[in-house]
């Protein structure tokens, strides 16, 4: 797969018209379906369920990359099978028996991620890091699209790469909030293998070039 690898947010999609908003991103440099599961406790807001991740898995023709932000994430796995995900991310800060919850999601066929809040240390990962393909890095506090980049994550992004190479370890650090022309070449340079765009996607006049424009930013672009 060609980097970075880029997934469009569907949480910003118009939801009336969802079927057309999915066949975009079919036809667009996308490499991944990014589907954003909150509960209103974990996180501060809902989204939705098993029916709209099946609706999307009947039409999409790439994976989907699905996030959850919810309390006990664990006892959903097979759900999320069922319904259509390919890639599952777990909270490190929702998950108590995270080494089993990562297993239960290797074991549903599924590759497994695990997603950490703005003030959680990568220095946390440590002891997971040869178990996952992905660690879903919050740049903004979860729960609401639309929210200013924190500028640390550039900092954290850096250590998480360096924690990788030196385990040896293959999993992709993918990047969710406030990515946009600004943030993602420093992004990219600073570790970053995958990017998740929603507002700055769907919000724009033309959401498939500006999904090309992510597409063909380089990871050798130098961090100002």
Known sequence: MNFPIIAPS?????????????????????????VDVMDGVFVPNISFGFPVIKSIKKLASKPLDVHLMIVQPERYIKDFKDAGADILSVHIEASTHLHRTIGAIKENGMKAGVAINPHTSVSQLKDVLMDIDVVCMMSVNPGFGGQKFIENTYKKCAEL?????????????EIDGGVNDITAPKLLASGADVLVAGNYVFASNNPSQTIAMLKQINKSTTIA
């Open 161 to 173: 790469k360096a924690m990788i190479n030196e385990c040896g370890s293959s999993c992709l650090i």
């Open 10 to 34: 569907v949480l910003s999609a118009d939801f009336a018209n969802l079927g057309r908003d999915v066949e975009m991103i079919n036809n667009s440099e996308a490499d991944w379906f990014h």
